[in-house]
Nanobody, 115 residues
């Protein structure tokens, strides 16, 4: 099993940037497909970005060109660089690790975009 701990959330003004980190422990990090999800109040959780074991990435349309997901297997960490943030990006962001039918979630980190 893999344990995940997110960090880096906070309050930022529209147009600003944040970088989220997700540190993994307890298993071989490099074999997992990693993803960031978010859930805004009253909305369903949605996948924001994912990165597979080969480094290929995918993004939801609303963040393409603004967010970048990356992973450092030597540090057992996945990142989400978020630029040009908008109020609609406000949500709790969750880190996810998936391997076949197994998946693990972090506890979430709050991102608030407001002036």
């Amino acid at each position: 099993q893999v344990q995940l701990v997110e960090s880096g959330g906070g309050l930022v003004q529209p147009g600003g940037s944040l970088r989220l980190s997700c540190a993994a422990s307890g298993s071989i990090f490099s074999i997992y497909v990693m993803a960031w999800y978010r859930q805004a109040p009253g909305k369903q959780r949605e996948m924001v970005a994912s990165i597979n074991t080969g480094g290929s990435t995918a993004y939801v349309d609303s963040v393409k060109g603004r967010f970048t997901i990356s992973r450092d297997n030597a540090k057992n960490t996945v990142y989400l660089q978020m630029n040009l943030l908008k109020s609609e990006d406000t949500a709790v962001y969750y880190c996810n690790a998936k391997l076949a039918k197994y998946q693990s979630w972090g506890q979430g980190t709050q991102v608030t975009v407001s002036s």
